[in-house]
Antibody, heavy 119, light 111 residues
Framework: QVQLQESGPGLLKPSETLSVTCTVSGGSISGYYWSWIRQPPGKGLEWIGYIYYSGSTNYNPSLKSRVTLSVDTSKNQASLKLYSVTSADTAFYYC?????????????WGQGSLVTVSS | QSVLTQPPSVSGAPGQRVTISCTGS?????????VHWYQQIPGTAPKVLIY???NRPSGVPDRFSASKSGTSASLAITGLQAEDEADYYC???????????FGTGTKVTVL
């Protein structure tokens, strides 16, 4: 059974860089697209972007200038970096898997990593 | 910024049928992109409920069904049960954004 596990910093100060890693177990990171999706507490879902196992990426235009996604196939991990965070970036950060680049769906999700931005 | 609009809440008594609408536009659902639905029980991650318009993963009861027409889609829950209390999200792809989009989310309450 494929499992995704996010690990993040928990608490950040404004202007710092958010870094969350997603470790995939029970399956290979190869052959799939790995998306990052966030959800402010009590609010809806926002797609941040995806990375293919080969390294190609696609970002949400609203976050593109502050986001970098990467993948390490040797560790079966995908990573998210979000720069210059503000309180508006406080959210649960989920990684999720999809099989295709366009119009796919997310069949496996991690449990989420809550990142709080506060001075 | 959600480009797919859902009603904030729907409710029904046990056994009743409820529907959740998901309204998009010509750059997403209206283009013909598939619509998928997720169920999120409070405190947990979303899980796929319906994929590619009206397909259920194994383990999802056939009480859940979905449809799509024009620039909208809908999810129906028949024979509503207490365990169906959750938030529901639609999801598709948007050609204008060149990326994935989610609905605003709907909270289902079982009276």
């Amino acid at each position: 059974q494929v499992q995704l596990q996010e690990s993040g910093p928990g608490l950040l100060k404004p202007s710092e860089t958010l870094s969350v890693t997603c470790t995939v177990s029970g399956g290979s990171i190869s052959g799939y697209y790995w998306s990052w999706i966030r959800q402010p507490p009590g609010k809806g879902l926002e797609w941040i972007g995806y990375i293919y196992y080969s390294g190609s990426t696609n970002y949400n235009p609203s976050l593109k200038s502050r986001v970098t996604l990467s993948v390490d196939t040797s560790k079966n991990q995908a990573s998210l970096k979000l720069y210059s965070v503000t309180s508006a970036d406080t959210a649960f950060y989920y990684c999720a898997r999809s099989g295709i680049a366009v119009a796919g769906f997310f069949d496996y999700w991690g449990q989420g990593s809550l990142v709080t931005v506060s001075s | 910024q959600s480009v797919l609009t859902q009603p904030p809440s729907v409710s029904g008594a046990p056994g009743q049928r409820v529907t959740i609408s998901c309204t998009g536009s010509s750059s997403n659902i209206g283009t013909g992109y598939d619509v998928h639905w997720y169920q999120q029980i409070p405190g947990t991650a979303p899980k796929v409920l319906i994929y590619v318009n009206n397909n259920r993963p194994s383990g999802v009861p056939d009480r859940f069904s979905a449809s799509k027409s024009g620039t909208s889609a809908s999810l129906a829950i028949t024979g509503l049960q207490a365990e169906d209390e959750a938030d529901y999200y639609c999801q598709s792809y948007d050609s204008r954004l060149s990326g994935y989009v989610f609905g605003t989310g709907t909270k289902v309450t079982v009276l």
